[in-house]
């Protein structure tokens, strides 16, 4: 464990842990301790350890239009925000079919098991799940969650502006903002 110089010029104190370390690299972990001053007298301290988590970025590459993946995709954003990740959520070709206007709430398609459609289907009524824009906007509410529509995907169905897509999608991008992102994410998926 590391101290730093500084300690309580800002009334920060910060020390780092090696939370693990592997053959080729140490996660290093920093820890805050809170100095506070009492009774205004800069030689008694008491200090609050308090364990600043680090947050982790997560990057969905959503290929799918299907409400079964869409749904799977749901599942996973409610995870990443139960966690407190940044989420960064790429929408590639079929994907971007399912956030057109006129296609998010009507899609029923199903890509997996597709003759057993109708039991899949039922089964999140009965289960009263969430549709999967609703499990998208939640997660928006709880975490950073971005949306980025892909440029060409929307060009292939006809939506070249923002407002040709539901309310959750934050913006146009090329693809080299998902390899960017890809490449800085903690986690990396393809859905």
């Known amino acids: 464990m590391y101290k730093?110089?500084?300690?309580?010029?800002?009334?920060?104190?910060?020390i780092y842990q090696v939370s693990h370390q592997d053959n080729w690299n140490k996660v290093i972990t920093p820890i805050v301790l809170y100095c506070e001053l009492?009774?205004?007298?800069?030689?008694?301290?008491?200090?609050n350890l308090k364990n600043k988590k680090m947050a982790k970025k997560l990057t969905l590459a959503l290929f799918s239009g299907s409400v079964d993946k869409l749904t799977a995709a749901g599942v996973i954003l409610g995870g990443a925000a139960a966690e407190e990740m940044e989420v960064e959520i790429y929408v590639l070709l079929q994907a971007a079919f399912a956030f057109?206007?006129?296609?998010?709430?009507?899609?029923?398609?199903?890509?997996?098991?597709?003759?057993?459609?109708?039991?899949?289907?039922?089964?999140?009524?009965?289960?009263?799940?969430?549709?999967?824009?609703e499990a998208f906007r939640t997660a928006k509410e709880m975490t950073n969650v971005k949306i980025h529509i892909?440029?060409?995907?929307?060009?292939?169905?006809h939506g070249e502006k923002l407002d040709d897509f539901i309310d959750l999608a934050d913006d146009i991008c090329g693809i080299g903002e998902y390899m960017s992102?890809?490449?800085?994410?903690d986690i990396n998926l393809f859905i």
């Open 100 to 133: 057109k206007k006129e296609n998010a709430m009507v899609n029923d398609r199903v890509s997996e098991i597709t003759d057993k459609k109708d039991d899949f289907l039922a089964s999140l009524k009965r289960l009263n799940a969430p549709h999967w824009t």
């Open 4 to 14: 730093n110089e500084n300690e309580c010029n800002t009334n920060h104190i910060f």
């Open 181 to 185: 992102s890809a490449e800085d994410a």
């Open 150 to 157: 892909c440029g060409f995907a929307g060009k292939v169905w």
């Open 38 to 47: 009492v009774n205004n007298n800069s030689e008694h301290l008491t200090m």
